[in-house]
C-alpha cells in the first residue's frame, strides 16, 4: 500500500474527508461535469454517521470507518458490481438531496434519508466497517473484493469478529465459501465459550461472596 493511499485512507476516515468529497462533487455538478454519486452517498453516510448509526443498531464508529474503506475501494475499484448496486440505489432513492441546503448540522443531514431506501446500503457500510475494525484496512480492502450482497458482508463481519487479523489469511487459505461457513462456527463457538467463561465467574463469585458472609457472621456471632 503505497503513501499516497494511505494517505487517502487516513483523510476518508474523518469528517473533513467527507467535507472535501462533498465539495468536489459540487463543483463538479456547477461544472455540469458527471457527479460521482457513490462518493456523494458514501460521504452523506460518513458524515451523519452519529444520527443514522440508529437506523442500523450499530456503532457511529463502525459506520463511519466503513464509509471511509467504502470510498477508497471504490476509488480502487475494488466494489463488486452487487455492492454497486445497493449504493446506487441509495443515491438514487435513498436520499432527498432537494432539501440538503437546509441542512445545519450532521443531525440535519442525517433526517435527510429515506430509511427504506437507504438501509440497506448503511447495514452494508456499518458490517463493512466492523472488518475494517477487525482485519484492519488492508485486510479489509482485501476481502471487500469478494463482497456480492449484504449477506455475505454479515457473515464477513461476523466471520472478522472471530478471527480478527487473521481473517485475510484464513480466507486465502480457505476460499470464500469455506471461510464464511468456518468463521460463523468459530463466532458461535466464541460466544459459547464467552458465555461458559461468565457463568463460571459468576458462580465463583458466588462461591467468594457466601465464604465472606459466613465469616461476617462468625464475627458478629
Not at 494511505?6 to 465539495?23: E, M, R
Not at 463488486?80 to 441542512?103: K, N, S
Not at 461457513?181 to 463469585?205: F, Y
Amino acid at each position: 500500500m503505497g503513501a499516497d493511499l494511505s494517505c487517502g485512507i487516513g483523510v476518508n476516515l474523518t469528517v473533513a474527508g467527507d467535507v472535501l468529497s462533498l465539495g468536489r462533487e459540487s463543483g463538479a455538478w456547477m461544472r455540469g461535469e458527471a457527479v460521482d454519486q457513490l462518493d456523494v452517498t458514501l460521504s452523506f453516510i460518513g458524515i451523519g454517521a452519529t444520527g443514522l448509526a440508529v437506523v442500523t443498531g450499530g456503532t457511529s464508529y463502525s459506520l463511519k470507518i466503513g464509509a471511509g474503506l467504502m470510498k477508497v475501494a471504490h476509488r480502487m475499484g475494488r466494489l463488486t458490481p452487487g455492492l454497486r448496486r445497493i449504493y446506487t440505489r441509495a443515491a438514487r432513492e435513498g436520499v432527498d438531496w432537494a432539501a440538503q441546503g437546509a441542512a445545519r448540522n450532521a443531525d440535519d443531514l442525517a433526517r435527510l434519508g429515506r430509511m427504506e431506501a437507504l438501509r440497506p446500503a448503511l447495514d452494508l457500510t456499518e458490517a463493512l466497517g466492523r472488518v475494517q475494525a477487525r482485519a484492519g484496512t488492508r485486510g479489509a480492502l482485501h476481502l471487500v473484493g469478494h463482497v456480492d450482497t449484504l449477506d455475505d458482508a454479515r457473515r464477513l463481519a461476523r466471520a472478522s469478529d472471530a478471527l480478527g487479523p487473521r481473517s485475510l489469511g484464513a480466507f486465502e487459505m480457505l476460499g470464500k465459501s469455506r471461510f464464511l461457513r468456518t468463521g460463523l462456527r468459530l463466532a458461535d463457538s466464541l460466544r459459547e465459550a464467552l458465555a461458559g467463561l461468565m457463568a463460571a465467574l459468576a458462580a465463583g463469585l458466588g462461591l467468594i461472596w457466601n465464604r465472606i458472609l459466613r465469616r461476617l457472621r462468625r464475627a458478629v456471632a
